[in-house]
């Protein structure tokens, strides 16, 4: 070792300071037993939670699409509120309605619960006081808020909370778009720009562009919605896009996780943000 260099050990001190916090990591995978009860009785008292899903994403993103968002927005969600930890994203969730296409794995309602169930109970012996759980896929939203429900009556004066504004979502994405002269069914509420821009970003060796091609770009509401789940994607779209990739961009996508995960801070808010 050269002389005049030594390893400082880093202090781990996550609540106090937003300069000290961003440096640090808020994920608990990456962290030591000692130093995740040290932040917790330091008064990190809230664990969020991605809950994502492995299922196709047309043919140019990767299968982990929906996984990594909600574990990334999961991320950035625990860093802006401040006092939380981030525990290891459930990144498999309902799929179903995209086993037609190859490499999707899907859960039934029930598994997910029970692993949500399982999550809690864990977290909640640690110490956490508030459990935040954000499913960045539209399949999970109904069983993660009726999940959650139930988990605030097994756990009283726990906050068992997720962020459930699927149309609020879908609005917000689609007017980020906008700002950028993406129409709301290019931004597409599967596999379009929207989230292929979050992809470039994250995941930019695993975008296929030279495979960005239109896929159904038609109106996309309740009867479409019913229709998607009832026979499945290929019934509206036959390569599994909803929305067009063309005009994605890894700048866009910094800036729409950035933005997306304020929007669902704002949304969640203080313990009051409980749904
Ligand atoms: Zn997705």
């Known amino acids: 070792m050269k002389r005049g260099l030594r390893v400082v050990p880093v202090v781990l001190c996550l609540c106090f300071s937003p300069a000290v916090r961003a440096a640090e990591t808020v994920r608990m995978e990456r962290m030591n037993w000692p130093d995740i009860k040290k932040a917790i009785e330091s008064g990190c008292t809230t664990a969020v939670v991605g809950v994502g899903s492995i299922e196709q994403h047309g043919p140019h993103l990767p299968t982990m699409t929906d996984a990594r968002i909600s574990d990334a927005l999961a991320e950035l969600v625990a860093r802006k509120l401040g006092g939380a930890l981030q525990a290891r994203t459930i990144e498999t969730g309902l799929s179903d309605h995209h086993l037609a296409f190859a490499g999707t794995i899907s859960l039934k309602p029930e598994t997910l619960r029970l692993i949500l169930r399982d999550y809690t109970a864990s977290l909640v012996r640690h110490g956490f006081k508030r459990i935040l759980f954000i499913p960045m896929h539209g399949g999970n939203f109904e069983t993660v808020g009726r999940f959650a429900a139930e988990a605030r009556k097994a756990h009283p004066g726990i906050d068992v ?114 749904r």
């Open 161 to 274: 909370t997720a962020f459930l504004d699927l149309p609020g979502l879908t609005d917000f994405l689609g007017r980020l778009s906008a700002e950028y002269g993406v129409s709301k069914t290019e931004a597409g509420d599967h596999a379009g720009e929207n989230e292929t821009s979050m992809m470039m970003t994250l995941e930019g060796g695993l975008v296929a562009s030279e495979r960005f091609a239109p896929g159904y770009c038609g109106p996309f509401g309740g009867a479409e919605m019913r229709l998607l789940l009832e026979k499945g994607m290929p019934a509206l779209s036959a390569d599994g896009v909803l929305g067009d990739p063309r005009k994605a961009s890894a700048e866009k996508g910094r800036i729409y996780l950035e933005r997306l995960a304020d929007f669902i801070v704002a949304s969640v808010g203080g313990t009051s943000g409980r």
